[in-house]
């Protein structure tokens, strides 16, 4: 690869340093697994670089200008809020994002990109399966370190919850990470990659059951049959609806099923709706919240309450409560931010999937569609949890969300001659 190469730009031709290409935002993927503090700082650094070289150009497109307006909105919310000195570090957990999503979309046009950074997570995810897989074969607990320097940690609990704090963010992520390996699998790879993919696969699949993520295994089971709807594989479509079938029932205690269903597999089902269940209180504990989050946002619809606030007031309760956030995406920016905020991201959000599916359908490119479910997944677990709120699954959707935005720009040929464009195949062995 020559160690530079002629760009075009509204500034004219530029000559571009082989790393500011596409390497900052592929190193910053790489290391989402390890910290998230390097990949921000990756990203930093590539975005700043990219607004001073293109300026007001960036956001020539309606969704740049629609999250632009939204990230405003963002820092209005935490002014506005009940208590600022809370809401305005709460912000962080969102503008930021919101101004990456632009920089991404333009970096990551055309196939390579997308197939590169699919394959940079991807590989990526290895480091979490390995975490997980001593968690559950070694009783792995700690912190590593490299040096003096502290790389990660391992939460050591009864589910394995690899480096994040919770099982059900680890279920998530290991869904996203699955659809993206399907998708390089569905585009053929060689025979290397698809020995290394199939493992990925195999052994993802089986930490995801293992996480006992009722919301995980629910997200994952939604884009699977999506997926197998989209390909037209009917035979996969009917055994993954028998086996859903079967677990339903045995959680139902239908009288013989709960001899040849995994008790794993039943007994979070019965978890979910049976009270004398052993963990029925978390059920309980998601629908009080919800209750909780509701009234916030019929006493405040416009403004919220601030960042932040649903943890203060409803861990204020007495007796005290202790919930982070009410286990649902939408009620949570709705109670925080106000609806006028939850409607601009859906807003954002549904256009750019719709979009996507749109430049799939043209294109049938597996790594595209990989990504869609991806974020299908991430969407559709919003229904009971927030894992947005964990930096690492808030930068992989940010990515993928700016992945999809490109793909969508380069269907409708208003997509810059960038730099990633230009870039080869990469063909790992």
Do not use: K
């Amino acid at each position: 690869m020559a160690s530079s190469a002629a760009v075009e730009s509204s500034e004219g031709t530029q000559r571009i340093p082989p790393f500011w290409r596409q390497g900052w935002l592929l190193g910053a993927a790489a290391l989402i697994p390890v910290n998230l503090a390097p990949s921000l700082l990756l990203v930093l650094l590539g975005i700043g670089r990219s607004y001073l070289r293109w300026g007001w150009e960036v956001f020539r497109d309606p969704l740049h200008r629609l999250a632009l307006g939204l990230s405003l909105g963002v820092v209005a919310v935490a002014l506005l809020g009940q208590d600022w000195q809370l809401s305005l570090p709460g912000m962080f957990n969102y503008w930021p994002f919101l101004l990456m999503m632009p920089v991404f979309a333009r970096v990551l046009v055309g196939v390579v990109g997308r197939r590169r950074l699919a394959q940079v997570l991807v590989l990526g995810s290895w480091l979490m399966l390995l975490l997980g897989w001593g968690e559950v074969l070694w009783g792995w607990q700690g912190d590593l370190f490299l040096g003096p320097i502290w790389i990660t940690g391992v939460a050591g609990g009864e589910r394995p919850a690899a480096a994040f704090t919770s099982p059900n963010i680890l279920a998530i992520y290991l869904v996203i990470t699955l659809c993206l390996a399907a998708g390089l699998w569905l585009d053929q790879p060689r025979t290397g990659w698809r020995i290394w993919l199939g493992a990925t696969l195999g052994l993802g699949s089986l930490l995801l059951i293992l996480t006992a993520s009722r919301n995980g295994w629910g997200a994952g089971a939604l884009v699977l049959l999506l997926g197998l709807g989209l390909r037209r594989c009917w035979w996969g479509l009917g055994i993954l609806i028998g086996l859903g079938s079967a677990s339903l029932v045995a959680a139902l205690d239908w009288p013989g099923w709960r001899a040849v269903v995994p008790r794993l597999l039943w007994s979070r089902l019965a978890d979910t709706f049976d009270p004398q269940a052993t963990y029925f209180s978390s059920t309980a504990n998601r629908v009080d919240a919800w209750r909780f989050a509701l009234e916030m946002v019929r006493e405040r619809p416009l403004t919220g309450w601030g960042w932040q606030s649903f943890a203060d007031l409803y861990n204020a309760q007495n007796p005290p409560e202790l919930l982070g956030h009410c286990h649902n995406l939408y009620l949570h920016l709705a109670a925080e931010g106000g609806i006028p905020l939850l409607l601009g991201y859906l807003l954002l959000w549904g256009w750019i999937l719709l979009q996507g599916l749109g430049a799939w359908r043209q294109s049938q490119e597996g790594v595209l569609l990989g990504i869609l479910l991806a974020l299908g997944a991430l969407f559709a677990s919003g229904l009971l949890d927030v894992v947005i709120l964990d930096g690492r699954i808030h930068l992989m959707a940010t990515l993928l969300l700016g992945a999809v935005l490109g793909a969508s720009q380069e269907r409708q040929g208003t997509a810059p001659e960038t730099e990633a464009t230009q870039m080869p195949r990469l063909d790992l062995p």
